[in-house]
């Protein structure tokens, strides 16, 4: 072996000094930990929280253990995110398409959006519409009410609930919806490679998607009811509304500020991608003698989304990670519940900090990967 | 005169659509501009649903009408052009300028006319409009935090100074030119260093480092003078040594009386705060993050597999968690990790995590800089036999920093917006003193005020600074 001394010095320099920052790091923190009478362990986890959360999607309160309560923190978190990419995607692909109009005042007036969203910090605009412009809402018992189911209050918005009868099987039906489209897909391409037949797979797909959990509410037994809010007098001035779902004002104000502020990044990665396709693509699809939702469907679009996703996906976590403001207002997201409250009560500082960053690393290099070999999967071959 | 076919206007009746269109468009702007700025409702007899909807319907016919392709003249072919390519643009255009119109009223009216500027007390405060009086009582605490009213002039002083400092490269003469990179890499920063450290905090913080440090850049600016045979070991050995030396073994309480500037009153960094925070957090990050970006953007695209390894690990590890988690970090996890007896400051601990975090940002940027330059470049390089730090300091560098300079901006901008999280270690900059500010028993109920004007300043720093980074781009676009 011809090892060269000039090759493993500096990464024998390197992992030293790593492997001395970490060394150092454990050493003081047991000694630290020593000093102050904190063990370190996990075993907290399964203790009983003794807090309470505001707002939960699953079943807590203070009986439950640590563990309970990270996952409440998370599932918000996701939530947040979720209801937050929806509302981002669908506002950033209509701005960003919007920058790319002829018409000028349309032009303009995404432009205006962008620009102005997107330069200032997106905590203050959190605090913004969570101090300044959700306060100036009405009381419960002052409230109008919008299309006269939802009420839009100081407490938060009111909308109906869903109330099902025989739920799985409405699931199944759409399941078996889905199914039945792809394989009419499947089969459809089958048609077109073998005799050029074109099957109109768009509305068939639609109309399934339809009529199967249609038909679920006829032959299925599957039923659904609304369950509307009404105002409820608790003293003589304090009123709340029963019934329905209450959205918090929190998480209104956290997801339309994410919404906004990411919008604007995935309204400029929309428009670099659709600007990305060249114009000869168009051209030469044209002349082949494809029609306008063709060569949309089956040589623009594709071609944009590949410019498109990436920068996307990338915005998606930005949101995600943002998400984590939520702590300014009190929203109970993962940092406030976890490593906010747990860490008050349990001072255990370092496994709960670890666990919150291991738990977000996760997120994001799950993501990450998914979205390397989505790229590697649509990438052009050369050769 | 043919005929006419009202659906259907073409050229040959040119005045008499142009006349009727511009007529009903001219109504339906009237319509909705005296309905806002006024009061008015012209159609007020009309039913109230048809009333609400009649100005769209007016402008959308006129707008119609005045759709001739090729008229001739010229202002009409561009507004067609431009708001009028069809039914559906028409339909928007018309939308947003009666947007447009619609909330000027209330938003003039709120942010001049009925706002109050005078007085210094809430009482002043009794209109509809702002009250900007708020942000003239409470200006001080914005801009400066909580450091004491009459040691202000020394954070305008610093500012001003190092301004000035900054501005040098516009006036430096060709002989000086080369030396501006040194100048603006290594002295600048240690001048602002001193300034803030010396001059704002009035005190010898961290005394005992700072003589060490203050010696250890002074040695590496030498050492790019030591003969280049010796240089990588006078690099390895020289500053670390003299920092040692320094700290452990000549540290008397002599020297840090020494240090002490006379007159000058010590103010702790807890004090610090507002606007001028934001700027000094952002300064220092964004100094401090660039070096240890390149590094670790160098160390990922390394031939050495171990140092690549860890720099893909640090960049992943920082880029996978968001800023408000390792704020949480430096505040209650790392005091944990340090020696019992070493105390490290709240702001200095908050800057190293910034910058941490956003060398994680820079590196991959700077990475996407390397990789952008064709392979002939490095191979170029290496042909005329030069090593991998010259090779790098004179032909990659240089070039792919041209590349990423949009992308450090961006970088910059974002670090500059998150700068508001720390309020999370307990540091009030100006959205944190905000916050406070609205809490104030007197000044109860402005929150509105407060947060519409530090959106008005950071949207003109980040907006100025996206400008000045696309000139930027401009500038330096090198052509392939």
């Given at each position: ?5 000039k090759?493993i ?15 150092f ?7 630290n930990?020593?000093?102050r009478?904190?063990?370190f ?17 699953i ?6 253990s640590?563990?309970r309560?990270?996952?409440v923190?998370?599932?918000?978190t ?9 509302i ?37 605009q959190i605090f913004f ?10 009381l419960?018992?002052d ?13 938060g ?35 077109q490679?073998?005799?050029?037949k074109q ?5 068939i797909?639609?109309g399934l ?45 956290l ?19 659709i600007?990305?396709?060249g ?12 029609t306008?939702?063709?060569?949309l ?8 989304l590949r ?22 207002i009190?929203y109970?997201?993962?940092v406030?519940?976890?490593?906010g409250t ?25 993501i990450?990967?998914l979205?390397?070999w989505?790229?590697?999967r ?6 | 005169?043919?005929?006419k ?10 005045y ?10 001219f109504?339906?702007?009237?319509d909705?501009f005296?309905?806002?700025f ?64 619609k909330?000027?009223p209330?938003?003039?009216?709120w942010?001049?006319?009925?706002a ?10 009794s ?6 009086t708020?942000i ?29 400092l ?20 290594v ?10 450290f010396?001059?704002?905090s009035?005190g ?31 690099f ?11 700290k ?13 500037l ?6 702790e960094?807890?004090?610090w ?6 700027f000094?957090?952002s ?6 993050c660039?070096?240890?970006?390149m ?20 960049i992943?590890?920082?880029?996978g ?9 430096s ?9 019992a ?32 330059l064709?392979?002939?470049?490095y191979?170029?390089?290496?042909s005329?036999?030069m090593?991998y ?9 240089p070039?792919a ?20 999280l720390?309020?999370?270690v307990?540091l009030l ?13 007197k ?9 519409v ?22 500038k ?5």
């Open positions: 072996m011809n090892f060269k001394l090759d010095v500096p990464q024998l320099i390197t992992v030293l000094a790593v492997i001395f920052i970490f060394g790091f454990t050493y003081n923190a047991q000694i930990m020593e000093n009478g904190i063990d362990g996990y075993g907290f986890l399964s203790q009983e929280s003794s807090f309470d959360v505001q707002f939960s999607l079943e807590y309160d203070g009986s439950h640590y563990f309560a990270y996952l923190g998370l599932l918000n996701i939530l947040v995110s979720v209801i937050g990419i929806i981002a995607t669908i506002l950033g692909v209509i701005v960003g398409v919007a920058r790319l109009s002829p018409n000028y005042l349309i032009n303009k007036f995404a432009a205006f959006y962008v620009e102005f969203f997107r330069n200032i910090p997106l905590l203050l519409w969570y101090f300044a412009a959700l306060r100036a809402l009405p419960p018992q409230a109008e009410a919008i299309f006269g189911v939802f009420f839009l209050t100081i407490k918005l009111y909308v109906p609930a869903f109330i099902w009868q025989n739920l799985s099987i409405f699931l199944y039906s759409i399941v078996a919806a889905a199914l039945a489209i792809i394989i009419i897909r499947i089969h459809a391409k089958k048609v490679e073998n005799q050029g099957i109109p797979v768009f509305y797909s639609l998607l339809f009529i199967i959990p249609l038909l679920s509410f006829f032959i299925g037994g599957v039923s659904l009811s609304f369950e509307v809010p009404v105002l409820k007098q608790l003293a003589t001035t304090s009123f709340i509304y029963e019934g329905g779902v209450s959205l918090p004002p929190e998480l209104i104000a997801t339309l500020s994410l919404s906004l502020y990411t919008a604007t990044f995935i309204a400029e990665c929309v428009r670099a991608g600007q990305g396709v114009k000869g693509q168009k051209e030469a699809a044209a002349s082949i003698g494809l306008p939702n063709q060569v469907k089956l040589v623009i679009m594709p071609q944009a410019i498109i996703i990436p920068p996307t996906t990338n915005q998606y976590l930005n949101l995600t990670k943002n998400s984590s403001l939520a702590a300014a009190a109970p997201d993962l406030l519940v976890f490593a747990a860490l008050m009560q349990t001072g255990k500082a370092i496994e709960i900090v670890s666990i919150t960053m291991f738990t977000y690393l996760t997120l994001s290099i799950s990450s990967i979205m390397n989505y790229n590697k649509i990438a052009i071959q050369e050769k | 005169m043919s005929k076919n009202f659906l259907k206007p073409d050229k040959s009746n040119l008499t659509y142009l006349y009727l269109g511009s007529f009903l468009f109504i339906s702007i009237l909705v005296l309905n806002s006024f009061k008015l409702n012209l159609t007020g007899f009309l039913p109230n649903f048809l009333s609400f909807l009649l100005p769209l319907i007016l402008g959308f016919i006129g707008l119609h009408f005045i759709r001739i392709e090729y008229s001739g003249i010229n202002k009409l072919d561009l507004l067609n052009k431009h708001i009028n390519t069809n039914n559906f643009n028409a339909i928007l255009s018309l939308l947003i300028i009666f947007v447009i119109i909330s000027l209330p938003l003039l009216s942010f001049v006319i009925d109050s500027f005078a007085g210094d007390s809430k009482d002043v405060c209109g509809s409009g702002a009250c900007w708020y003239k009582v409470w200006i001080r605490r914005f801009m400066y935090g909580m450091y004491p009213n009459a040691e202000q002039w020394r954070i305008n002083l610093s500012f001003v100074a190092l301004m000035l900054g501005s040098v490269g516009y006036f430096a003469t060709d002989r000086f030119k080369k030396y501006l990179t040194l100048y603006y890499v002295i600048y920063p240690l001048i602002a260093f001193l300034f803030i010396f001059f704002i009035g010898p913080v961290f005394f005992d480092f700072s003589y060490g440090i203050i010696a250890a850049i002074l040695s590496i600016i030498i050492g790019f003078f030591v003969p280049s045979k010796l240089k990588f070991y006078y390895l050995i020289v500053p670390l040594a003299l920092y040692i030396i320094l452990y073994f000549l540290f008397f309480d002599e020297y840090i009386e020494l240090g002490k006379d007159g000058l009153n010590w103010v960094t807890g004090a705060g507002g606007l001028s925070l934001t000094i957090i300064f220092f990050c964004l100094i401090f660039f070096p240890i970006g590094a670790f953007a160098l160390g990922r695209r390394s031939g050495f597999p171990l140092i690549r390894y860890i720099s893909i690990g640090f992943e590890f920082w880029r968690v968001p800023l408000i988690t390792v704020l949480f970090m505040a209650v996890m790392f005091p944990m990790f340090l020696p007896d070493f105390f490290i400051d709240k702001l200095v601990r908050c800057i190293i995590a910034i910058s941490l975090f956003e060398a994680a940002y820079v590196a991959e940027v700077i990475r996407g800089g390397l990789q952008a064709p392979r002939g470049q191979e170029a390089a290496k005329l036999g090593g730090w010259r090779m790098h300091i004179f032909v990659i560098l070039q920093l041209k590349l990423v300079i949009p992308g450090i901006a961006n970088t910059f901008l974002a670090l500059v917006k998150d700068t508001p720390i309020f999370v307990g900059e100006i959205v944190g003193m905000l916050n406070l500010a609205k809490t104030n028993p000044w109860l109920g402005f929150a509105m005020e407060g947060y004007f530090a959106a008005i300043i950071f949207w003109i720093i980040c907006y100025a600074m996206s400008k000045y980074s696309y000139n930027l781009e401009q330096y676009k090198t052509d392939r």
